[in-house]
């Protein structure tokens, strides 16, 4: 074992014996060479202990907002479907209490939404957490403050289901993941996925969610929504930022525009203090962003324990994902491990 690989595992199997995370699968990627890469811990504890999966599938969480919805709708913009400066209102007729917000301000949280309201309560189906969504009141008015919103991105999904009318599962499998040949990524995982899924938070049967999303909005929208739901591998996850890092190419083939990419992964928040572009977040020190990733750094987490971090001027992607939320939800932070993982794959890539 070199000693990049035992810093690792040290780091990684300390949170896991301290019940920071019950499991991990990591991997760390200069270009799309796969540098170092780690699995281990479990996969799941409760109803019985089972080690983690070869090639384990995770429950995404929040990812999901980048990976498959901002990056769906900028490839829609990117066809003509509509515009960034196209208002939710025009999409949506029922978004009444949303005028002059844009899809832009939705897509890079300054909507002026509310962060997030558990609207799965007074819920009895998909068709009344939507409902309740077309209720919900913005907090302050558009472009006056950054705020992240799951709100918004339900807002998003649900706008693109309207201009396709298909499915987000749809949506996402057509304009992004066949595309970018990533088999073992999508919406409501079906039954060879499912049997390697890692398990999540337990639930009141005493069961945990296993291939079933977390997110309780999402889960009450049957899987399908544009804030949570993604199931994906790190494999997987490796081909997209890989394209991002090639400027929106892919195995010598165009996936998206420089200037999209750029506009992904940029400030585009900077005159309302804010940090987020169109769906990713840029370099901030209180998240994933260790000390030695360059001032062009992106990336997103998600509340399962997910983790996507990409330097793309040292053109380094560190995919680090765990399972936190199993067997119990937990408020404790990794974004320490995260940003120690992010400094070892910029040393490691810089080493090469």
């Not at 890079?108 to 558990?118: A, F, N, Q, T, Y």
């Not at 739901?229 to 890989?242: A, I, P, R």
């Not at 750094?297 to 936190?324: E, M, N, Y």
């Amino acid at each position: 074992m070199d000693k990049n690989t035992k810093r690792l595992r040290d780091l990684l199997e300390g949170g896991v014996s301290v019940g920071d995370f019950v499991g991990y699968d990591c991997l760390i990627a200069h270009d799309d060479d796969v540098v170092l890469r780690l699995t281990g811990g479990f996969s799941q504890l409760v109803p019985e202990k089972k080690p983690m999966y070869r090639k384990p599938v995770f429950d995404m969480a929040s990812i999901t907002k980048p990976v498959a919805t901002a990056t769906a709708a900028m490839v829609a913009i990117e066809k003509g479907a509509f515009g960034l400066n196209t208002e939710i209102s025009e999409i949506i007729h029922e978004a009444a209490n949303l005028p002059r917000v844009r899809m832009c301000d939705l897509i890079s949280h300054r909507s002026g939404l509310p962060d997030g309201i558990p609207l799965y309560k007074t819920a009895r189906s998909r068709q009344d957490v939507i409902e309740n969504l077309m209720r919900v009141k913005p907090t302050r008015p558009p472009n006056e403050a950054e705020v992240y919103s799951d709100l918004g991105y339900m807002m998003v999904g649900l706008a693109m289901e309207r201009i396709f009318d298909k499915s987000q599962k749809e949506i996402s499998r057509d304009l992004v993941f066949r595309r970018l040949d990533m088999k073992e990524t999508g919406f409501v995982p079906d039954d060879t996925l499912r049997r390697r899924a890692v398990a999540t938070e337990l639930q009141a049967d005493g069961l945990p969610l296993i291939g079933i999303v977390h997110d309780e909005n999402a889960r009450a929208m049957g899987g399908l929504a544009g804030h949570a739901g993604l199931f994906s591998t790190t494999e997987d996850l490796l081909k997209l930022t890989t394209m991002m890092i090639e400027g929106g190419e892919f195995k010598g083939r165009k996936f998206l525009s420089e200037e999209t990419v750029r506009l992904m992964t940029t400030n585009q928040n900077r005159a309302i203090n804010g940090n987020y572009g169109y769906g990713w977040v840029t370099k901030r020190s209180e998240s994933m962003f260790g000390e030695l990733c360059s001032d062009q750094s992106f990336g997103h987490t998600g509340f399962t324990g997910t983790c996507i971090a990409v330097d793309p001027q040292k053109r380094i992607s560190s995919i680090f994902l765990t399972s936190a939320v199993h067997p119990k939800r937990k408020e404790t932070s990794i974004n320490p491990y995260r940003r120690a993982v992010f400094d070892l794959a910029i040393e490691i890539g810089s080493e090469r």
